[in-house]
């Protein structure tokens, strides 16, 4: 909020906290923002009525990024961690599809939120860790460590799906840790079993 304040107002505007929350509130009264805010579907309520953008490869993580650090948030322990966001019943369940068919995760569940006109996106335990994999492959703009849990040695020491040992037996090595999020020693130590079990 800050580095916002700074560079919208020049640290002009105060800062307030929200002790029952542990969060804070920034305000920037300015119709010009909202204006110009709104194409990109920032508008009130827009939890309930946000759709999923069309982007294309490394865009696509830094949006869902993005809206992870506003709509979401991560709670639990080891297998038991649920990664889950919060969105329009449109947004939902074109993510579910866009990350499936694309095989960053290999489910996620949908659930409408009980008397709201918004739904969950459930990834629990490894299908977490994908996604965590997925959008935080990077450090560019890490502005809230507390949602960036590393899971990478979760993806990689978790149990091996039929999906996974297919892909490994079709792909090379640097594609397949690509596309799965295990690590290369990993895929090699697999690889060496399954040879040696044939």
Not at 20 to 36: G, K, V
Not at 37 to 66: C, D, H, W
Not at 159 to 170: A, G, K, P, R, T
Not at 175 to 184: D, P, Q, V
């Amino acid at each position: 909020m800050e580095i916002i304040n700074q560079e919208l107002a020049k640290s002009t505007r105060h800062i307030s906290p929200i002790d029952s929350t542990h969060s804070c509130h920034l305000y920037f009264p300015s119709n010009r923002i909202c204006n110009d805010l709104a194409p990109f579907n920032i508008v009130p309520r827009k939890t309930s009525t946000y759709n999923l953008p069309i982007l294309a490869g490394q865009e696509m993580a830094y949006f869902l990024r993005g809206y992870f650090y506003g709509d979401g948030c991560v709670y639990g322990n080891g297998s038991s961690r649920i990664y889950h966001m919060i969105a329009s019943e449109s947004f939902s369940q074109s993510l579910q599809t866009y990350l499936v068919s694309n095989r960053i995760v290999d489910r996620c569940n949908v659930y409408p939120i009980k008397g709201k006109s918004c739904y969950q996106i459930h990834f629990k335990g490894r299908q977490g860790a994908k996604l965590s994999h997925y959008i935080f492959f990077d450090n560019k703009m890490m502005l809230l460590p507390r949602k960036h849990v590393t899971t990478e040695e979760k993806v990689s020491s978790s149990i091996w799906s039929v999906s996974e040992i297919n892909l490994l037996q079709s792909l090379s090595l640097s594609a397949f840790c690509e596309t799965t999020g295990r690590s290369l020693e990993a895929a090699k130590r697999k690889l060496r079993r399954l040879k040696l079990a044939v």
